[in-house]
């Protein structure tokens, strides 16, 4: 229940974090209220669900991969050695149907010796989720699907030259049943949010990013693109799937130009409960007018995971003059990617390989601390009104307002989180930091919590359930799948938060 509070009932206003206390002019003691002030933590790494660096990994990398790749001791470019894995929030892989089912029912997931099991393993050790692409087109990279599909019956073509390299038609029925129980399976093990932080839900077309599809029949386009948008969602319900907005997206001409049933079918999957990814920013000439204009039709509905364009060392980046890149300046392009990102207001960006990463680190630094300190969303509690005496079973209205340091936003909003997340005031025990007692605050949306647009809730608890005595009021957002646990973290100094994360506002008398 909402109550509105008067400023006249706020009895001091002590600021947490720089150890002030001020009385506003005209103030009572009446209600025995005290407002905080919360200083934020504008520059720590800060790891949050859809939010922060994807760091990219390869699909035969295994456990040995962060010696190999030198992620482990990464230069840096303010002369500091740094993990890379420190700064990312989770690893995303663009992977093949072969490689994740090798033979008929034969999953990677399922055997601890694999590859696949062992890259996985080492990433959950340092904390990072998963993400997937999973590529079934093998024109220019060799065979994608395992052979067992084709032996089936399935129908396939190659590019003329790599006879034995089979794709299959995306509308054929043996690869759809197959493809299905494979994805299936994989759902199985990996539709859990704390293993995926999210999916890449179409695959299709070459490299999987859904363009340049061959079909048995054009004509199944849409009902393909259907067909496999539903499948995801089936597979991964509690997981964020994203498709490439693409101009030509389902399309077997790749032109670069806009088709017509483009935007149709995006919105389709959108309104489906799809996010949002492109896999060409920074890449002015293949990223149009018309991809900032779909992004900007859904700013703040749904989250977009960005993909840069250029890979250095096989992309000619100067010769685009509408880029303005030059020659022998990867900084120039990492700057164009970090631009284009804050204009589309991302949430995730990405730490490629193919020497990617190590540009970032090398050439820009600076805008890699920058993004965390600005991309995505980055939440905080910014003045909060508490009571410090009361009664027990009393009526107390507690006034709290939020800030969202990022360009981007929290993404409750979206089917497969629902909600999920609220912020929520415990009432701690003074001896052990236990809690006591939590209060969820229904009517709070993350998803409203724009950056430079503060959010004020004040909110009716009753104080009850809990014997009188000394208490530390707390507060967080809580993950409601979660019995209430912390969900999010909050950018606050470490020193005023718990253990389990919640931010520690004032100790408060409850009599009896």
Known sequence: MKKIISIIAISAMVCLGCGKEEKPAGGSTETNMEQVKITPDRTSIIKNPLTGWVLYVGRQWNDTFWASQGYDSMPAGDGTVVKVSDYATCAYLRTSWRNLEPTEGNYVWKDANSNFSKLVKTLRDRGLKMSFRIVVDGRDQGLNTPEYVFDAGCSY????????WKCPYPD??????????????FGEEFNDPDKTEFVDGYGLGLWGEGHTLVYKNNANKASVFDWITDLYLEAFSKIPLVMNYHNTIGDSVNDNKLKSDTEELLDRCVNKGYSLRNDAFGMHTYYTSWHKSYASKWFFKRPIVMEGGFVLNTHRFWIYP????REGHPEDVRKGEYDQSGENHVNMMD??????????????????????????????????????????????????????????????????????????????????????????VEDSDLSQWLQSKPVTYNTELTLNGFPAGQYLWAVGVVDRTKNDAIGINLSVKKDFLTADGWVKIKEVTIKQ
């Open 157 to 164: 073509y190659t590019d003329g030259s790599h006879l034995t």
């Open 172 to 185: 054929d029925p043996v690869f759809q049943q197959k493809y299905a129980k494979m994805l299936r399976a």
């Open 322 to 325: 509408e880029d303005g890149y």
């Open 351 to 440: 730490f490629r390989t193919n020497g990617e990463v190590q540009s970032w680190f090398k050439d820009a630094f600076d805008l890699v601390n920058k993004f965390i300190q600005e991309g995505g969303y980055r939440l905080y509690p910014d003045l909060i009104s508490v009571p410090v005496e009361a009664v027990h079973g009393a009526k107390v209205t507690l006034s709290h307002r939020w800030i969202n340091l990022g360009w981007g936003y929290c993404p409750t909003n979206i089917p497969q989180w629902n909600q999920k997340y609220k912020v929520a005031f415990a009432l701690l025990d003074k001896a052990d930091g236990s809690i006591v007692k939590t209060f969820v």
